[in-house]
């Protein structure tokens, strides 16, 4: 039987020990029915999967005993930086950034979004969830939703990377990046960038790069600049 994930604040290694509470432990005992005696994995978000127990079920927590710590591999070297757009399939957005490594997500208004609001507690569930699914052991971070602006400001002292639309030639694999940094990668609206949000990036230090000859719907556009800048990190 697949071992089943669970994320904890209460994980004291040195004792051996480990607490679900709240929605986790509601989720292990009414929906996945663990028991005393079943197995599962708990993670603290530092990186380890620690490989527990169940000890004891009370009326609001479920208590395990660690039988093994292991360093979970599936984090990047290197963090990722997504600034995407946001936009009607942003829930997809997100579950696919965070599938694919990605460390923290900023969703931004841009000239051409389409859309005024986001719902950040629906965005940080699909986090959880996705984090889980995918056998992460730290959660990616999500933002509240800033202006573009903003989100160039705040980038442009990484290495900071836009896939625009028209642009053809430099491919992502010419990049020069510095080490020190993390990768902050701009994916904008359904309608793209404008040439004044261009602009702008590139004046920041920026490098718009191609995803090839086609126009990509954000969802698609996201796992494709994703996909191409773990394997120029060597991560893919």
């Not at 089943?4 to 029915?33: C, M, N, Q, W």
């Not at 360093?71 to 990722?80: A, G, I, K, M, Q």
């Not at 510095?178 to 701009?186: G, H, I, L, R, T």
């Amino acid at each position: 039987m697949d071992l089943k994930r669970f994320f904890s604040e209460e994980i004291d290694y040195p004792r051996r020990r480990a607490v679900l509470r709240g929605e986790e432990f509601v989720h292990a005992v009414k929906v996945t029915r663990h028991k005393v005696g079943y197995f599962l994995i708990l993670c603290g978000n530092d990186g380890y999967d620690y490989y527990g127990k169940v000890t004891d079920i009370s009326s609001d927590a479920l208590y395990a005993e660690i039988t093994e710590r292991v360093l979970n591999d599936s984090e990047t070297v290197r963090p990722v930086i997504l600034y995407a757009a946001v936009g009607k399939d942003f829930d997809t957005v997100v579950q696919k950034a965070v599938e694919l490594g990605v460390k923290k997500i900023v969703p931004f208004f841009s000239e051409r979004t389409n859309i005024d609001k986001v719902n950040l507690p629906r965005l940080k569930k699909i986090v959880f969830e996705s984090s889980k699914q995918c056998g992460r052991s730290c959660l990616a971070e999500i933002t509240a939703p800033i202006n573009f602006a903003q989100a160039v400001e705040e980038a442009k002292n990484g290495n900071a990377v836009m896939f625009y639309e028209f642009e053809r030639e430099r491919k992502i694999s010419s990049a020069e990046w510095d080490n020190e940094q993390p990768v902050n990668v701009f994916i904008g609206a359904e309608g793209g960038f404008s040439e004044a949000e261009k602009q702008l990036f590139i004046d920041n230090g920026g490098k718009t790069y191609t995803l090839g000859k086609r126009i990509l719907r954000v969802a698609t556009a996201v796992v494709s600049a994703l996909t191409l800048v773990l394997e120029k990190l060597g991560e893919a």
